[in-house]
């Protein structure tokens, strides 16, 4: 189970951190740092952040009570996984004309980890505590 928690703590402070910028400053984050074409308007991209937020917490929610409900990090590992997969069919596709694709290879290079983190966590939490 430690290595399941120490993944779920990952995925927390990683979503987080990363909504937690979002949220507070999208258009530095998205514009100055990754060289993404501006928006007209960040609203949704705020709400995305707060929802990360959310789902860190969670997350930790999880992790403290992993001896009952270990499986329900299948809920995380399913997020980053799709992520990593939308993330990296967006940059193969291109995003658009002006913007770079460092973001979103960083967002599926990350969020790829995390998934594989948190499958092999349950993986061995599975022989630990079998499902009953």
């Known amino acids: 189970m430690t290595f399941l928690r120490r993944a779920l703590q990952a995925f927390a402070v990683v979503w987080a951190g990363c909504g937690l910028a979002v949220a507070i400053a999208p258009r530095w984050v998205l514009v100055s740092w990754f ?8 609203t949704y991209v705020r709400i995305c952040g707060v929802a990360a937020i959310g789902m860190g917490m969670l997350a930790v929610l999880v992790s403290r009570t992993l001896a009952e409900i270990w499986w329900w990090s ?3 590992a399913f997020t980053s996984v799709l992520v990593a997969v939308i993330t990296a069919l967006h940059a193969l596709a291109g995003p658009p004309p002006g913007s770079g694709t460092l973001l979103w290879w960083t967002f599926a290079g990350v969020n790829a980890v995390l998934g594989a983190a948190l499958m092999l966590g349950m993986g061995r939490a599975g022989q630990e505590k079998p499902f009953a």
């Open 74 to 76: 299948w809920a995380f």
């Open 35 to 42: 060289s993404q074409v501006p928006y007209p308007d960040y």
